[in-house]
């Protein structure tokens, strides 16, 4: 099972970004997915997530209304796009795959991560 995102960069407030997860291996087309981010001494911290059918989503309060996670199962990709971005997104983000079709939003729900991509907003 491998996970590779990518999308992130360097932004001013108030921008956009879109990034991707490309999933591959086991049966990840059928199991939830997540984003979660992590900021320099801090914990890993849940975004969003979406299930195995792709029919239902959840978002972390503070992005509600500004990202949105969707996914493309033919393609084998999972999106996050995030509108209207805030300093305080910053972070190093990852996603994330479980074999359950239905969303958790801890980091041991899911089994398998990718390498994670770089989001920096400035002012």
């Known amino acids: 099972v491998q996970l590779q995102a990518s999308g992130g960069g360097l932004v001013r407030t108030g921008d956009s970004l879109r990034l991707s997860c490309v999933f591959s291996?086991?049966?990840?087309?059928?199991?939830?997915m997540a984003w979660f981010r992590q900021a320099p001494g801090q914990d890993r911290e849940y975004v969003a997530a979406?299930?195995?059918?792709?029919?239902?989503?959840d978002y972390r309060d503070s992005v509600k209304g500004r990202f949105t996670i969707s996914r493309d199962n033919a393609k084998n990709t999972v999106y996050l796009q995030m509108n209207s971005l805030k300093i305080e997104d910053t972070a190093v983000y990852l996603c994330?795959?479980?074999?359950?079709?239905?969303?958790?939003?801890?980091?041991?729900?899911?089994?398998?991560w990718g390498q994670g991509t770089q989001v920096t907003v400035s002012s």
């Open positions: 979406i299930n195995g059918p792709g029919v239902y989503t």
């Open positions: 291996g086991g049966t990840l087309s059928d199991g939830a």
């Open positions: 994330a795959a479980r074999n359950e079709r239905w969303t958790v939003n801890i980091p041991e729900g899911y089994p398998y």
